[in-house]
């Protein structure tokens, strides 16, 4: 599943022309790049959370050249799913078979 | 620092950058969810344009050790969903460390030259010599005053400084030994390779060697055909042919028998083994190796017109003959004892050497000269 198709599905259930859900959903996913990047945490129930990991600079060992390298600090974003989704995601397959 | 948006919040917020209505943005926010989630289980796959992709990864049944106790678990297979952040996101998030790049770390290498040296190269090679080499080399350094270290500052511009310890001053000489000790490898692989080609070259030396044999073999052939006109045998030795065999009476024929050789049939007809060619010249077209009898083939034994201890000049001839026949059967063989039959004939029949001196190699006549010059000298 794609984004139009997103978008499609959404604009089906809001009623809404998908161009208004389509300028929505951008200003909402940047909205949540901004909570991201601020470090917080953003859940939504039934579905999981948004987050992001801050990684230390770390020693590592290059094998290209042979040669130790300081790698810099980085963000990382991630999503934990809740224990619903996941259970849903299970069940639906058994419910599939 | 981090902090949890509840899920109010998190609509308050959105409603604050977008402008939207809350319904709409929760009815929305919702909606996607239900669709993330509708997706995942339709296909496995959804994927958001600036957000990142969701995706459903298989984990096949494992057992795990509950923590803390020694129970076991086991986990059913299941679906995981992952979740992988758009690029753009993630270069979004990291742009305060956008300019930071890897940084190579050097690592001292002194301190690893030193432990090659103090460790493995003295340590592997065990070789007394190198420690006498170092200690000896660290009690040649002349100490240097400061006042001489200032003259000569001027000229050298490195020179080791007198404050530092011994130790320094050993390893630096360690380096030194190490630098000699490689060189004295590199100079071993030099010795390695000029043996090689020494080895090569004395190779070379032995093919070149066999190598006429090729051409001497077609001398049998015309020995042979002498043998086929030995009716025109002349009685004295100074005019006969060189391709005509002296006539012989053939005093038995000898039935080949299991363990038969032409060295015992010498010695039971002759009694002597060393007349053995006399019957292989006679026998030569039947046998192909000197060596090798046949079970059952008959071979004629050629009679000596005097004894064995007093031979006549054409028995000595016939020998001489047999001993050359042997001599280029070997050669054609390949067999480095060849050479010691041309000696025999020579010592049987000198002439006969000397009428085939120029069939013959020269490197086998070559071979006796000496010998025979120092038997002159004896005599």
Redesign the interface.
């Known amino acids: 599943m794609n984004t139009a198709e997103v978008i499609r599905l959404l604009s089906q259930r809001l009623n809404k022309p998908q161009k208004e859900v389509k300028s929505l959903l951008e200003r909402i996913i940047e909205a949540f790049r901004k909570v991201l990047d601020s470090g917080k945490r953003a859940s939504i129930p039934k579905f999981g959370t948004f987050y992001s990991i801050e990684r230390k600079s770390r020693l590592s060992f290059n094998p290209g050249i042979k040669k130790k390298m300081e790698l810099p600090p980085k963000v990382i974003p991630a999503f934990r799913p809740s224990a619903i989704l996941k259970n849903k995601v299970n069940s639906g397959d058994e419910n599939e078979e | 620092?981090?902090?949890?948006?509840?899920?109010s919040d998190?609509i308050n917020?959105?409603t604050q950058?977008?402008?939207?209505s809350k319904k709409?943005?929760y009815?929305?926010?919702k909606?996607?969810?239900a669709?993330?989630?509708e997706?995942?289980?339709?296909?496995g796959?959804?994927?958001?344009?600036?957000?990142?992709s969701?995706k459903?990864e298989f984990v096949g049944s494992n057992i795990r050790k509950l923590p803390q106790s020694e129970n076991y678990r086991e986990i059913s297979e299941?679906?995981k969903?992952l979740?992988r952040?758009e690029k753009s996101?993630?270069e979004?998030?990291?742009r305060k460390?956008a300019a930071?790049?890897?940084?190579?770390?050097d690592?001292p290498k002194k301190n690893v030259i030193v432990k090659d040296i103090s460790q493995n190269k003295i340590e592997k090679t065990n070789d007394k010599v190198i420690e006498k080499k170092i200690k000896i080399a660290a009690e040649s350094i002349p100490v240097i005053n400061k006042e001489e270290q200032a003259n000569k500052e001027n000229r050298v511009p490195v020179i080791i400084p007198i404050s530092n310890n011994v130790e320094k001053k050993t390893t630096d000489l360690k380096k030194f030994v190490d630098k000699k000790l490689g060189d004295q490898s590199n100079n071993t692989k030099v010795y390695y390779a000029v043996g090689v080609v020494i080895l090569l070259l004395i190779l070379s030396f032995f093919l070149f060697r066999n190598k006429p044999e090729i051409e001497y073999s077609q001398t049998p052939q015309l020995i042979e055909a002498s043998t086929e006109s030995g009716d025109n045998l002349t009685q004295k030795p100074e005019n006969r042919d060189l391709n005509i065999l002296p006539q012989t009476n053939n005093i038995a024929s000898h039935k080949i028998e299991r363990g038969d050789n032409l060295w015992a049939l010498a010695t039971k007809y002759y009694g002597n083994p060393y007349l053995w060619p006399n019957i292989y010249r006679a026998n030569e077209s039947i046998m192909k190796n000197p060596d090798v009898l046949i079970e059952g083939h008959e071979l004629s034994i050629p009679s000596l017109e005097g004894d064995s201890k007093n031979l006549s000049e054409n028995d000595n001839y016939n020998i001489a003959l047999g001993y050359l026949k042997a001599y280029l059967k070997y050669k054609e063989l390949g067999k480095t004892k060849a050479s010691l039959y041309l000696w025999a004939a020579k010592k049987f029949d000198q002439s006969i050497v000397q009428k085939y001196r120029e069939t013959l190699q020269k490197r086998d006549l070559k071979l006796w000269a000496h010998t025979e010059k120092e038997e002159l000298r004896i005599n």
Do not use: C, Q, W
């Open positions: 620092m981090k902090s949890k948006l509840s899920f998190l917020f959105i950058e977008t402008g939207a709409l943005v009815d929305l926010i909606e996607l969810a669709i993330i989630e997706g995942l289980i339709r296909d796959n959804v994927s958001i344009a600036g957000l990142g969701f459903l299941h679906k969903v979740f952040p996101l993630r979004f998030i990291n460390y930071l790049r890897p940084i190579i770390v690592e």
